[in-house]
T-cell receptor, first 112, second 110 residues
């Protein structure tokens, strides 16, 4: 079975903290993505990566960075968490031809 | 600009009452249209991919169809367990990432 695993289901962090969200996929997929999902705004693309050590900005990259040191792992970093980054974060992966993307279970991040 | 619009935002059905969800898109050279189901507090679950106008795919009570400008997700004789948010997405023009609509939240009551 296809699997994308996010390291935490729920996180509570303080304003100004550096936050790491981890995602691992076991499908040997080339492409990995980070989205955030907010009520009324839908899923918005933060960053994606099409290869190890490669990254591309999505629609809302401000305040975030990413790291992809290994093919199976894609990390999202909030350099200095702010309350407007409270959201559901979703990681996804897809194969080279960009057919269907498979999602993790999501991380509900609350910044207080 | 690549864009996906879903309607209605919310839909309430009685068990057994068939209906359709709409997804309209604007993207040059469609490379794929995707339907997902999302349960509250969980990640989206892949349902279908459609690539060309006239294509149809089915899974249990769900059937997805595609025209040149829109897709429909038909739900036949729904059950309460079909209650979820249904998301539609297309590959962007560059073919690098999915662009999502805001979803249709379906509630089916018995």
């Amino acid at each position: 079975d296809v699997k994308v695993t996010q390291s935490s289901r729920y996180l509570v962090k303080r304003t100004g903290e550096k936050v790491f969200l981890e995602c691992v996929q076991d499908m040997d997929h080339e492409n990995m993505f980070w989205y955030r999902q907010d009520p009324g705004l839908g899923l918005r693309l933060i960053y994606f990566s099409y290869d190890v050590k490669m990254k591309e900005k999505g629609d809302i990259p401000e305040g975030y960075s990413v790291s992809r040191e290994k093919k199976e792992r894609f990390s999202l970093i909030l350099e200095s968490a702010s309350t407007n980054q409270t959201s559901m974060y979703l990681c996804a992966s897809s194969g080279q031809s960009n057919t269907e993307a498979f999602f993790g279970q999501g991380t509900r991040l609350t910044v207080v | 600009e690549d864009q996906v619009t879903q309607s209605p935002e919310a839909l309430r059905l009685q068990e057994g009452e068939s209906s359709s969800l709409n997804c309209s898109y604007t993207v040059s050279g469609l490379r794929g249209l995707f339907w997902y189901r999302q349960d509250p507090g969980k990640g989206p679950e892949f349902l279908f991919t459609l690539y060309s106008a006239g294509e149809e795919k089915e899974k249990e009570r769900l059937k997805a169809t595609l025209t040149k400008k829109e897709s429909f997700l038909h739900i036949t004789a729904p059950k309460p367990e079909d209650s979820a948010t249904y998301l539609c997405a297309v590959l962007n023009q560059a073919g690098t990432a999915l662009i999502f609509g805001k979803g249709t939240t379906l509630s089916v009551s018995s």
